[in-house]
């Protein structure tokens, strides 16, 4: 069981930078692939970065690609999700998850945060 609490959402200008964070309980989240998805209102949830367990494997959506970076500290047990040049298109719930192995899809993915608010003002 792992249990997934992210941080670091709020208001922000665009251009501006905010940076994510998703704390996880138990001793095996160095063993899980972790993700990042978010949901507009009105939209369906989609994929944003995923990171392996080793951290030597990542994977982002073109739209966040150059712009947000997927980072891990299994000591700290937290994923990190740095976004930079943020757009009002970014503004969005964003949730971590994690899955044994790298996926994109969401239906791959076990465990899930309970999501934090990031909001891009134009």
């Known amino acids: 069981q792992v249990q997934l609490v992210e941080s670091g959402g709020g208001l922000v200008q665009a251009g501006g930078s905010l940076r994510l964070s998703c704390t996880a309980s138990?001793?095996?989240?160095?063993?899980?692939?972790m993700g990042w998805f978010r949901q507009a209102p009105g939209k369906e949830r989609e994929f944003v970065a995923a990171m392996s367990w080793t951290g030597g494997t990542t994977d982002y959506a073109d739209s966040v690609k150059g712009r947000f970076t997927i980072s891990r500290d299994n000591a700290a047990n937290t994923v990190y999700l740095q976004m930079n040049s943020l757009k009002p298109e970014d503004t969005a719930v964003y949730y971590c998850a994690a899955n044994p192995s790298t996926s994109v899809f969401i239906s791959d993915y076990k465990y899930w945060g309970q999501g934090t608010q990031v909001t891009v003002s134009s």
């Open positions: 138990g001793r095996t989240f160095r063993s899980y692939a």
